[in-house]
């Protein structure tokens, strides 16, 4: 099955700096690469996504980049504010597989400070 | 707004007394997931829906069990909860042939 890995786990940033948190993947299958936000108490949010035929796709303050060859793919947030401190996910999905199930990797808590 | 509710938001219950979590949306999505979040870990699939046929994850413990009556419903049914069950429960909801899913609030869980 697929297996998504995550890093860092933590990352602390001051405002107005870059976050960068990076994914790898391990099924060549793979098609999506959906990142989540996730706040304390609240289910996962959908921040962005980007496809397999894509290598980059942005979103005002947030981008993300896959390397298909490398199996692996980026989320990068610029200008980082106060409000975007929360837990991120990646994950990773087949239209190979039933439901096209998300696998997830482990996350990272993203603390920005003021 | 079309959106992903689930009730409770918060629940207790005792240890081996069977307990249900309920999801019901307003998308009009023909896919209806459930996954498990335990503290501070990454969300887990545990089984999902595509209209009315069930398709269960491997590794899903039997005393998990599903339900939905219809397109909006679906419920969570834990026959006899462990003190390893207590987590954040969390439902999605997603269209065939679509990858995009989208979370309601969940449900938090507590075994005493």
């Known amino acids: 099955g697929e297996n998504v890995e995550q890093h860092p786990s933590t990352l602390s940033v001051q405002e107005g700096d870059s976050a960068v948190i990076k994914c790898t993947y391990s099924?060549?299958?793979?098609?999506?690469f959906p990142w989540y936000k996730q706040e304390l108490g609240k289910g996962p949010q959908l921040i962005i996504d980007?496809?397999?035929?894509?290598g980059e796709k942005k979103d005002q303050r947030i981008a993300v980049t896959l390397n298909k060859t490398a199996k692996h793919f980026s989320l990068h947030i610029t200008e980082t504010q106060p409000e975007d401190s929360a837990v991120y996910f990646c994950a990773a999905s087949s239209s190979r597989d039933s439901g096209y199930a998300l696998n997830f990797g482990k996350g990272t808590s993203l603390l920005v400070t003021p | 707004d079309a959106m992903v509710i689930q009730n409770p938001r918060y629940q207790v219950t005792q240890f081996g007394k069977p307990v249900t979590l309920s999801c019901s949306q307003t998308l009009n999505h023909n896919v209806m997931y459930w996954y498990q979040q335990k503290s501070s870990q990454a969300p887990k699939l545990l089984f999902h829906y595509y209209d009315k046929d069930f398709n269960n994850e491997a590794d899903t413990p039997d005393n998990f069990q599903s339900r939905r009556p219809n397109t909006s419903f679906c419920f969570l049914d834990i026959r006899s909860p462990g003190l390893g069950d207590a987590a954040m429960y969390l439902c999605?909801?997603?269209?065939?042939?679509?990858?995009?899913?989208?979370f309601g609030p969940g449900t938090r869980l507590t075994v005493t």
């Open positions: 999605a909801t997603g269209e065939q042939g679509h990858h995009e899913q989208y």
């Open positions: 980007i496809r397999s035929n894509v």
């Open positions: 099924d060549s299958a793979s098609n999506y």
